[in-house]
């Protein structure tokens, strides 16, 4: 409707993809029986190597930190040559005192 594709198959989804933003699984809301295991997590939506293989040969893969290793995302992905996901967190704090000043003055 909003020329957004919704996908249920992650690997369909990641189909030449030149951007794959990952988000932060957040264990203190995994009590609730509403999401698997990490395990299970990891096996129907984790970001590993194979899967990233299907997105496009320049990639980048975001992540806004911090990183459960083996549970979103792959050890190999996170400290790959597609990843900037360091830079990304490098410069977050940065980015958003600009965004806040700007918007608190008005500009």
């Known amino acids: 409707q909003y020329g957004v594709k919704v996908y249920t198959d992650l ?3 990641l189909k030449d993809v ?12 995994m009590t609730g029986g509403l999401l698997p295991s990490e395990g299970e997590f990891y ?9 990233l293989a299907g997105a496009k040969p320049d ?6 930190g911090p990183i459960n290793r083996g549970v979103e995302i792959e050890s190999a ?6 990843s900037v996901i360091l830079n990304q967190v490098t410069y977050g704090i940065a980015i958003r005192m600009a ?3 700007m918007a608190m003055s008005g500009q």
């Open 43 to 51: 096996r129907l939506f984790g970001l590993t190597t194979a899967r």
């Open 99 to 101: 965004v806040l000043s």
């Open 59 to 64: 990639a980048i893969v975001m992540h806004p």
């Open 11 to 13: 690997n369909e989804g």
């Open 77 to 82: 992905v996170a400290d790959g040559a597609h």
């Open 18 to 29: 030149d951007v794959v933003i990952m988000l932060r699984l957040q264990r203190e809301r």
